[in-house]
Protein backbone atom coordinates (compact mmCIF):
# COMPACT_ATOMS: atom_id res chain seq x y z
CA UNK A 1 0.00 0.00 0.00
CA UNK A 2 1.39 3.01 -1.18
CA UNK A 3 1.13 5.53 1.73
CA UNK A 4 0.78 9.74 1.15
CA UNK A 5 2.45 12.06 3.60
CA UNK A 6 1.33 16.07 3.78
CA UNK A 7 3.17 18.32 4.73
CA UNK A 8 2.88 20.72 6.53
CA UNK A 9 0.07 20.10 8.75
CA UNK A 10 -1.43 23.72 9.04
CA UNK A 11 -1.08 26.54 7.19
CA UNK A 12 -1.32 29.71 8.08
CA UNK A 13 -1.28 32.37 5.25
CA UNK A 14 -3.36 35.22 4.32
CA UNK A 15 -5.74 36.43 1.91
CA UNK A 16 -3.69 37.15 -1.19
CA UNK A 17 -0.70 34.81 -0.53
CA UNK A 18 0.24 31.74 -2.35
CA UNK A 19 0.13 28.59 -0.68
CA UNK A 20 2.50 25.46 -1.89
CA UNK A 21 1.18 21.94 -0.54
CA UNK A 22 3.19 19.10 -0.30
CA UNK A 23 2.35 15.38 -0.86
CA UNK A 24 5.00 12.89 -0.60
CA UNK A 25 4.40 9.06 -1.63
CA UNK A 26 6.65 6.31 -0.25
CA UNK A 27 7.01 4.57 -3.77
CA UNK A 28 6.76 5.97 -7.07
CA UNK A 29 3.03 6.59 -8.13
CA UNK A 30 2.29 5.22 -11.52
CA UNK A 31 1.30 7.17 -14.50
CA UNK A 32 1.73 10.17 -11.72
CA UNK A 33 -1.98 9.32 -10.81
CA UNK A 34 -2.40 11.96 -8.44
CA UNK A 35 -5.42 13.70 -7.28
CA UNK A 36 -6.15 16.39 -4.67
CA UNK A 37 -9.10 17.31 -2.92
CA UNK A 38 -10.85 20.19 -1.17
CA UNK A 39 -13.21 19.79 1.80
CA UNK A 40 -14.88 22.67 3.12
CA UNK A 41 -16.36 22.37 7.09
CA UNK A 42 -19.17 20.26 7.12
CA UNK A 43 -19.11 19.08 3.74
CA UNK A 44 -17.70 16.61 1.63
CA UNK A 45 -14.64 16.47 -0.10
CA UNK A 46 -14.62 17.64 -3.75
CA UNK A 47 -12.21 17.16 -6.76
CA UNK A 48 -9.65 20.11 -7.75
CA UNK A 49 -7.13 18.31 -9.58
CA UNK A 50 -6.42 14.72 -11.18
CA UNK A 51 -3.54 13.27 -12.97
CA UNK A 52 -1.30 15.67 -11.22
CA UNK A 53 -1.64 18.73 -12.98
CA UNK A 54 -5.07 18.40 -14.60
CA UNK A 55 -7.90 20.95 -13.20
CA UNK A 56 -11.25 19.41 -12.54
CA UNK A 57 -14.11 20.60 -14.52
CA UNK A 58 -15.40 24.56 -12.78
CA UNK A 59 -11.76 24.77 -10.80
CA UNK A 60 -9.87 28.25 -11.05
CA UNK A 61 -6.73 28.51 -12.64
CA UNK A 62 -5.29 29.87 -9.39
CA UNK A 63 -5.12 26.06 -8.72
CA UNK A 64 -2.51 24.12 -10.08
CA UNK A 65 -0.89 20.85 -9.55
CA UNK A 66 2.97 19.65 -10.00
CA UNK A 67 5.41 16.64 -9.12
CA UNK A 68 6.37 13.15 -10.18
CA UNK A 69 7.50 9.85 -8.97
CA UNK A 70 7.00 10.64 -4.75
CA UNK A 71 7.11 14.21 -4.70
CA UNK A 72 3.80 15.90 -5.82
CA UNK A 73 2.70 19.77 -4.96
CA UNK A 74 -0.53 21.86 -5.36
CA UNK A 75 -0.43 25.60 -5.50
CA UNK A 76 -2.98 27.91 -4.96
CA UNK A 77 -1.62 31.25 -6.17
CA UNK A 78 -3.29 33.81 -4.55
CA UNK A 79 -5.82 32.43 -1.95
CA UNK A 80 -9.51 33.96 -1.90
CA UNK A 81 -11.56 33.56 1.26
CA UNK A 82 -13.34 30.51 0.55
CA UNK A 83 -10.02 28.75 -0.63
CA UNK A 84 -9.70 28.10 3.53
CA UNK A 85 -10.21 24.70 4.01
CA UNK A 86 -8.31 21.05 3.74
CA UNK A 87 -7.01 19.58 0.97
CA UNK A 88 -6.32 16.04 0.43
CA UNK A 89 -3.56 14.18 -1.78
CA UNK A 90 -4.89 10.93 -3.13
CA UNK A 91 -2.89 8.38 -5.57
CA UNK A 92 -4.77 5.78 -7.74
CA UNK A 93 -2.19 4.65 -9.87
CA UNK A 94 -2.28 1.10 -7.54
CA UNK A 95 -4.53 -0.84 -5.16
CA UNK A 96 -6.11 0.31 -2.57
CA UNK A 97 -6.29 4.25 -3.61
CA UNK A 98 -4.78 5.59 -0.67
CA UNK A 99 -5.45 9.24 0.90
CA UNK A 100 -2.40 11.63 2.36
CA UNK A 101 -3.68 12.74 5.84
CA UNK A 102 -4.73 16.40 5.04
CA UNK A 103 -3.25 19.61 5.03
CA UNK A 104 -5.68 22.39 6.74
CA UNK A 105 -4.98 25.91 5.26
CA UNK A 106 -5.78 28.43 8.08
CA UNK A 107 -6.44 32.18 7.64
CA UNK A 108 -3.79 34.33 9.27
CA UNK B 1 -24.38 18.37 -11.62
CA UNK B 2 -25.31 14.64 -10.45
CA UNK B 3 -26.09 13.98 -7.17
CA UNK B 4 -26.18 11.32 -4.91
CA UNK B 5 -27.38 11.15 -1.22
CA UNK B 6 -26.50 8.46 1.34
CA UNK B 7 -28.98 7.25 4.12
CA UNK B 8 -28.80 4.52 6.54
CA UNK B 9 -26.86 5.60 8.89
CA UNK B 10 -27.40 5.93 12.44
CA UNK B 11 -26.10 4.83 16.45
CA UNK B 12 -25.10 0.83 17.25
CA UNK B 13 -23.51 -1.55 19.53
CA UNK B 14 -20.10 -3.33 18.65
CA UNK B 15 -21.22 -6.11 16.88
CA UNK B 16 -24.17 -5.22 15.39
CA UNK B 17 -24.93 -4.08 11.74
CA UNK B 18 -26.04 -1.58 9.63
CA UNK B 19 -27.20 -1.01 6.17
CA UNK B 20 -26.33 2.29 4.13
CA UNK B 21 -28.07 2.80 0.80
CA UNK B 22 -26.61 5.56 -1.71
CA UNK B 23 -29.32 7.09 -4.35
CA UNK B 24 -27.93 8.83 -7.31
CA UNK B 25 -30.22 11.71 -9.19
CA UNK B 26 -30.38 11.08 -12.76
CA UNK B 27 -28.92 13.97 -14.52
CA UNK B 28 -28.04 13.90 -18.22
CA UNK B 29 -24.02 12.97 -18.86
CA UNK B 30 -24.35 10.72 -15.77
CA UNK B 31 -25.66 6.71 -16.63
CA UNK B 32 -25.73 5.34 -13.19
CA UNK B 33 -25.32 1.73 -14.54
CA UNK B 34 -21.84 3.13 -16.71
CA UNK B 35 -20.16 3.99 -13.46
CA UNK B 36 -18.40 1.80 -10.67
CA UNK B 37 -19.38 3.20 -7.51
CA UNK B 38 -17.11 3.51 -4.26
CA UNK B 39 -17.35 4.27 -0.30
CA UNK B 40 -15.21 6.03 1.00
CA UNK B 41 -15.65 7.30 5.40
CA UNK B 42 -14.02 9.46 7.70
CA UNK B 43 -13.34 9.26 11.17
CA UNK B 44 -14.46 12.02 13.33
CA UNK B 45 -11.79 14.46 13.14
CA UNK B 46 -9.38 12.51 10.56
CA UNK B 47 -8.44 11.82 7.00
CA UNK B 48 -10.05 9.90 4.48
CA UNK B 49 -10.47 6.23 4.03
CA UNK B 50 -11.65 4.40 0.61
CA UNK B 51 -13.65 1.58 1.96
CA UNK B 52 -15.09 -0.91 -1.34
CA UNK B 53 -16.08 -0.36 -4.54
CA UNK B 54 -18.39 -1.88 -6.79
CA UNK B 55 -18.37 -2.93 -10.52
CA UNK B 56 -21.35 -1.42 -12.88
CA UNK B 57 -22.63 -4.56 -13.56
CA UNK B 58 -21.56 -5.72 -10.10
CA UNK B 59 -19.89 -8.95 -10.49
CA UNK B 60 -16.46 -7.28 -9.43
CA UNK B 61 -16.29 -5.65 -5.74
CA UNK B 62 -12.70 -4.98 -3.56
CA UNK B 63 -12.63 -3.66 0.15
CA UNK B 64 -10.01 -2.77 2.53
CA UNK B 65 -8.40 -5.30 4.11
CA UNK B 66 -10.09 -4.29 7.60
CA UNK B 67 -13.72 -4.85 6.11
CA UNK B 68 -13.08 -7.28 4.26
CA UNK B 69 -15.37 -10.56 5.53
CA UNK B 70 -17.43 -7.72 7.73
CA UNK B 71 -18.70 -5.64 5.08
CA UNK B 72 -20.50 -6.29 1.80
CA UNK B 73 -21.25 -3.70 -1.68
CA UNK B 74 -24.26 -4.43 -3.73
CA UNK B 75 -25.68 -2.63 -6.00
CA UNK B 76 -29.34 -1.80 -8.30
CA UNK B 77 -29.12 -0.41 -11.19
CA UNK B 78 -32.75 -0.04 -11.46
CA UNK B 79 -33.03 1.84 -8.56
CA UNK B 80 -29.85 3.75 -9.56
CA UNK B 81 -28.44 2.46 -5.66
CA UNK B 82 -25.35 1.08 -4.30
CA UNK B 83 -25.61 -0.29 -0.90
CA UNK B 84 -22.85 -0.93 1.98
CA UNK B 85 -24.05 -4.03 4.56
CA UNK B 86 -21.80 -3.73 7.40
CA UNK B 87 -21.88 -6.22 9.94
CA UNK B 88 -19.67 -7.43 13.21
CA UNK B 89 -19.10 -3.23 13.39
CA UNK B 90 -16.70 -2.61 15.33
CA UNK B 91 -15.91 0.81 17.63
CA UNK B 92 -13.06 1.93 15.06
CA UNK B 93 -16.11 2.05 12.21
CA UNK B 94 -17.29 4.86 13.63
CA UNK B 95 -17.11 7.48 10.53
CA UNK B 96 -19.15 9.56 8.20
CA UNK B 97 -19.30 7.21 4.95
CA UNK B 98 -19.35 8.77 1.92
CA UNK B 99 -20.54 7.27 -1.46
CA UNK B 100 -18.82 8.63 -4.96
CA UNK B 101 -18.34 7.54 -8.01
CA UNK B 102 -15.24 5.69 -9.07
CA UNK B 103 -13.76 6.53 -12.13
CA UNK B 104 -10.79 5.24 -12.93
CA UNK B 105 -9.81 5.64 -9.50
CA UNK B 106 -10.94 8.99 -9.12
CA UNK B 107 -13.77 9.90 -7.03
CA UNK B 108 -16.06 12.08 -8.24
CA UNK B 109 -18.66 13.44 -6.96
CA UNK B 110 -19.61 12.77 -3.56
CA UNK B 111 -22.57 12.58 -1.30
CA UNK B 112 -23.19 14.37 1.73
CA UNK B 113 -22.39 11.72 3.76
CA UNK B 114 -24.11 9.69 6.57
CA UNK B 115 -22.46 8.82 9.56
CA UNK B 116 -21.95 5.62 11.85
CA UNK B 117 -21.26 5.64 15.46
CA UNK B 118 -20.38 2.21 16.68
CA UNK B 119 -20.71 2.70 20.72
CA UNK B 120 -22.26 1.00 23.38
Known amino acids: EIVLTQSPGTLSLSPGERATLSCRAS???????VAWYQQKPGQSPSLLIY???TRAAGIPDRFSGSGSGTDFTLTISRLEPEDFAVYYC?????????FGGGTKVEIK | EAQLVESGGGLVQPGGSLRLSCAASEFPGFTFSSHWMSWVRQAPGKGLEWVANIRQDGNEKYFMDSVMGRFTISRDNAKRSVYLQMNSLRVDDTAVYYCARDHKGLFDPWGQGTLVTVSS
Open chain 1, 51 to 53: DTS
Open chain 1, 90 to 98: QQYGSSPRT
Open chain 1, 27 to 33: QSVRSDY
